[in-house]
């Protein structure tokens, strides 16, 4: 059984930095994508950062120069760095492991690539 367990999330005033953490477990980490989403209230969910299994990044275009996604294979990790941030950074953050690809596809910010999620971390940020 995959599990996803993000962490880290909390409550910051606007331009401060957060780094939450995603463990996985149950399948092969290194053979999977990872990606990280957010949904805010009332909001579509959006794709935040994807992460291939070789460490190439890819980025929303609202979090360019912030966020920094990354991965530890080893520790079955993925995190993400965020920083600077801004009161629309406010949102339910989720991690999640592609269905069964070790590269981000194309159109990896819509989410249907991604079969494995965890329950998500707040992220509030004050202005």
């Known amino acids: 059984q995959v599990q996803v367990v993000e962490s880290g999330g909390g409550l910051v005033e606007a331009g401060g930095s957060l780094r939450l953490s995603c463990t996985v477990s149950?399948?092969?980490?290194?053979?999977?994508?990872m990606g990280w989403f957010r949904q805010a209230p009332g909001k579509e969910r959006e794709g935040v950062s994807c992460?291939?299994?070789?460490?190439?990044?890819y980025y929303a275009d609202s979090v360019k120069g912030r966020f920094t996604v990354s991965r530890d294979n080893a520790k079955n990790t993925l995190y993400l760095q965020m920083n600077n941030l801004k009161a629309e950074d406010t949102a339910m953050y989720y991690c999640?492991?592609?269905?069964?690809?070790?590269?981000?596809?194309?159109?990896?910010?819509?989410?249907?690539?991604?079969?494995?999620w965890g329950q998500g971390t707040q992220v509030l940020v004050s202005s």
């Open positions: 149950g399948l092969t980490f290194d053979d999977h994508a």
């Open positions: 992460i291939s299994w070789k460490g190439g990044t």
């Open positions: 999640a492991a592609e269905r069964g690809h070790d590269y981000c596809a194309g159109l990896w910010f819509i989410g249907v690539d991604f079969a494995y």
